[in-house]
């Protein structure tokens, strides 16, 4: 089933074009109005298709097109273990475990979290892509939202990084910060030489990162952080800077596999205003077991 939105026609939207309704009262992009104006059933009115120039009369229903006809991702299925936390129509959010990469790339072809998406996609008959709206590094779980037609990955996208969409980590890192809260401020930009190491650098982007001790146990301390932007390796970055670099992180710390086999960290909650309806919804998943551990 194709997923579309509907807007009944008021006496006093009555006579307005199509183009106009289509952003103005339903929030589409101009770029998604483009898209969908050449399918077939891109746009309806009463069932019949319109063109943007098209003015309605009072009573009828305009119906637009959101979920893509066709996978335009080129992403290939590939089934896989999906841990879903909530699903509807628009959006999916998933706890992502570690070691699972989100997009695919070299060497990870057809074993990321989008081929297991749009693998289960497929096989319950939704017409759903991949539309990543943020993501997670290879190594951090956690929870991670992805859209399932263009038009809510754009509005999700807008929301990041204002108050409307939220995400806080739970790390262990190596000491116990002092101040147990703060922020901090330090722009961030590649590291010369190499491909995917940041580092501070006067040039680099502002990037700012809100830190609290939650708890300590022996020379390890629990944080929960909040990002108010959103560079790479930013959290894992920051705290190294301030010397308490991430426990397990083999590229801003010490890595020891024996104890735990990728940097602790974790996406632990998230909120974020649903794309259609507006309603704020907020999830929350526990620490795994291999970052638990360490507070043990």
Same mark, same amino acid.
């Given at each position: 089933m194709s997923r579309r939105l509907e807007l009944v026609i008021t006496p006093e939207l009555? @006579?307005?074009k199509v183009d106009t309704l289509l952003r103005k009262r339903m929030g589409l992009s101009g770029t998604l109005v483009k898209r969908i104006k050449w399918l077939e059933d891109g746009i309806l009115a009463d069932g019949v298709r319109v063109h943007t120039n098209f003015r309605p009369s009072a009573g009828q229903v305009l119906s637009v097109r959101l979920s893509d006809p066709v996978r335009n991702s080129g992403i290939v299925p590939a089934p896989g273990p999906l841990d879903i936390v909530y699903e509807d129509e628009d959006v999916i959010v998933l706890n992502k475990a570690p @070691?699972?990469? =989100? $997009?695919?790339?070299? &060497? *990870?072809?057809? +074993?990321? /979290? @989008?081929?297991? /998406? =749009?693998?289960?996609? %497929?096989?319950? @008959?939704? %017409?759903?892509?991949? #539309?990543p709206v943020h993501r997670l590094d290879r190594g951090t779980s956690g929870l991670l939202v992805a859209a399932k037609h263009p038009h809510a990955q754009e509005v999700l996208k807008n929301q990041l990084h204002t108050p409307d969409f939220r995400r806080a980590y739970l790390a262990v890192c190596e000491g =116990?910060? +002092?101040?147990?809260a703060g922020t901090i401020e330090a722009p961030l930009g590649p590291r010369p030489g190499s491909l995917m190491e940041q580092m501070v650098r006067p040039d680099g982007k502002p990037a700012r990162t809100r830190y609290e001790v939650l708890e300590v146990q022996g020379d390890r301390a629990l944080l929960?952080? %909040?990002? +108010?932007? &959103?560079?790479? #390796?930013? !959290?894992? =970055? *920051?705290?190294? *800077? !301030? &010397? $308490?670099?991430?426990? &397990?992180d083999f590229l801003y710390g010490t890595e020891n596999r024996d104890l735990i086999p990728r940097p602790a960290l974790h996406a632990g909650a998230l909120s974020f205003r649903h794309p259609i309806s507006g309603t704020r919804l907020e999830f929350a998943v526990p620490l795994p077991l291999d970052i638990a551990r360490l507070l043990l």
């Open positions: 009555a @006579g307005v @070691g699972l990469s =989100v $997009h695919p790339g070299p &060497g *990870h072809f057809d +074993d990321t /979290l @989008g081929n297991f /998406l =749009v693998d289960y996609y %497929e096989k319950t @008959g939704q %017409e759903a892509d991949f #539309h =116990v910060p +002092d101040p147990p929960r952080l %909040e990002l +108010d932007t &959103g560079r790479t #390796h930013q !959290i894992r =970055v *920051h705290m190294a *800077h !301030i &010397g $308490h670099p991430l426990t &397990g």
